[in-house]
């Protein structure tokens, strides 16, 4: 670290504010950490047997694509303003105070039941061991380590995240290389060949696509769910060293191996799981049994590979929710510091941590508690569904942001070549991603006026979090009296407290 740069974390320790302490190590797993979890490792099963394996493909390559229009839009801002509220911060200077309120609260909430969702699913993956345990127990032990994680600092917690995100990748790429050697017959007796991707189920619905393009919709909602946490580098990068090199970096890396993965992934549960076997999970399951990876590492006969395998899952669940925390608990502060949340949570320690912030964040994750009184598998569904949603609102805030940061850059004379870092495919990246944002808000449930039986209980757990965000963002207008900011009155600058931090 250089001299100016240690000299800032002294000023920053002594105003007790976040501290730039992030390398591009903890940069580029901190994002690895937080997109693989359950999305992968369970919600990859739903996927394929909502849509079958080619619609479960599809679905995931869409999604992709918009991920990487919202990586790069968000890391073209964030390497100009590496501010901690991130798009929040951006919606406030760019679009409209009020929807940089809506969009931190959004935010905030989308990940504190995140790890909520993370903990339920700990639990379940501890019935592969223990099929009678009582999972709060489980809940509570695992919410205590990672709020022990976060409590120390964002070093520590960085650390930690560093090397359980470690154990994925090499975790993930081992599950890929035995499942192509399943595939071919090499290992687990003969290979299944297309088998899978033609089978047809009971109702005489045929592979690779179930269902057709409402089906591959469906999964929208899945896979934005599984690659939510790939914009958490955007937000770290008020924490990191240099954000200038490593928040760059970091997206390129990061997006590609992400999407290798959950290709992969997707692939390889195709090919070796029929999308008709009961044990992949079922939207609105009651009952989790197993994770899609242990299922493979079970047909490939090694059994204990299999036992190995959930304990990894595990820790990588584990990861994801304590992932969740930090940034749960660094959004709401951002919020405080701005005047949008009450100013007690903007108050940190001298590690530099939000510690009211984390407690408040800590007390929502305890939602997770009431999974023993209307059913595990059902609350997992629920926490799961209301997070990804918000997190497709965060995203469509990413792409409104970055139309209007780019649009008010001009206006002000700029020149686009002084951009640290220039999102490639402008204006049609963010205006795509703000369609297939809004096309997947409204349209992945649609399933529920499908149903045979009308069901008032997943119609309000579906679609209560689009209200919620209008009532937030026109309650804030109306009260603040707040107007969409004028392209030339658009904020480039540091304030003095983000000159310190930067």
């Not at 995931?60 to 590496?82: D, H, N, Q, R, W």
């Not at 033609?198 to 619905?205: E, F, I, M, P, T």
């Not at 997190?391 to 020149?415: D, E, M, P, T, V």
Request: with cysteine.
């Amino acid at each position: 670290m250089n001299t100016n740069l240690e000299t800032k974390d002294v000023e920053t320790k002594a105003k007790g504010q976040l501290q730039r302490s992030l390398k591009a190590r903890h940069m580029n797993m901190i994002a690895i950490g937080g997109a693989i979890g359950t999305g992968l490792f369970f919600a990859s099963g739903s996927a394929v047997s909502t849509a079958g394996p080619g619609g479960a493909l599809v679905a995931y390559t869409i999604m992709g694509i918009l991920v990487y229009f919202l990586m790069t839009s968000l890391g073209e801002m964030a390497t100009l303003l590496p501010i901690s509220g991130s798009f929040e911060t951006y919606a406030t200077r760019f679009v409209d105070p009020a929807l940089g309120f809506t969009l931190g609260w959004n935010y905030w909430f989308c990940w504190a039941i995140c790890v909520a969702a993370e903990l339920v699913a700990g639990s379940l993956i501890v019935k592969f061991w223990f099929p009678n345990t009582n999972t709060t127990l489980w809940s509570v032990l695992f919410l205590i380590i990672i709020f022990a994680l976060n409590i120390l600092s964002a070093r520590a917690y960085a650390e930690g995240e560093y090397w359980f995100a470690s154990i994925k990748v090499v975790t993930i790429i081992i599950f890929l290389v035995v499942g192509v050697l399943m595939i071919f017959g090499i290992l687990g007796g003969k290979s299944p060949g297309f088998s899978n991707w033609v089978l047809a189920d009971n109702s005489g619905k045929k592979g690779p696509f179930v269902g057709g393009i409402l089906a591959i919709i469906n999964v929208f909602l899945v896979a934005g769910f599984s690659f939510s946490g790939t914009e958490i580098v955007g937000l770290a990068a008020g924490e990191s060293e240099n954000p200038e090199e490593n928040v760059p970096k970091a997206i390129k890396t990061v997006f590609w191996r992400i999407l290798l993965f959950y290709m992969g992934a997707i692939l390889i549960i195709g090919f070796l799981i029929p999308f008709t076997d009961p044990n992949l999970l079922k939207s609105g399951a009651d009952n989790i049994a197993y994770s899609p990876f242990t299922m493979v590492f079970q047909k490939s006969g090694l059994a204990i590979a299999a036992s190995l395998m959930n304990a990894v899952i595990l820790t990588s669940v584990l990861s994801c929710g304590n992932s969740g925390l930090y940034v749960a608990s660094r959004m709401l502060y951002s919020l405080s510091k701005e005047g949008k949340a009450p100013k007690f949570l903007s108050k940190v320690n001298k590690r530099g941590v939000p510690m009211n912030a984390l407690y408040i964040t800590t007390i929502v994750a305890c939602s997770a508690f009431f999974a023993s009184l209307i059913g595990d598998g059902k609350i997992y569904y629920i926490l799961y569904n209301a997070s990804g949603i918000t997190a497709f609102f965060a995203w469509l805030g990413i792409g409104i942001c970055h139309y209007r940061f780019r649009k008010a850059y001009i206006a002000q004379g700029k020149k686009l070549e002084d951009l640290k870092y220039k999102a490639k495919w402008y204006p049609l990246g963010p205006i795509m991603a703000i369609i297939f944002c809004t096309i997947v808000i409204f349209g992945s449930n649609i399933w529920i006026f499908q149903a045979e039986k009308f069901s008032w209980f997943d119609f309000i757990t579906n679609y209560v979090c689009i209200p919620v965000f209008m009532l937030l963002y026109f309650g804030y207008k109306k009260v603040k009296n707040t107007k969409m900011v004028p392209l030339n009155e658009c904020n480039f600058e540091y304030s003095e407290e983000e000159k310190v931090k930067s």
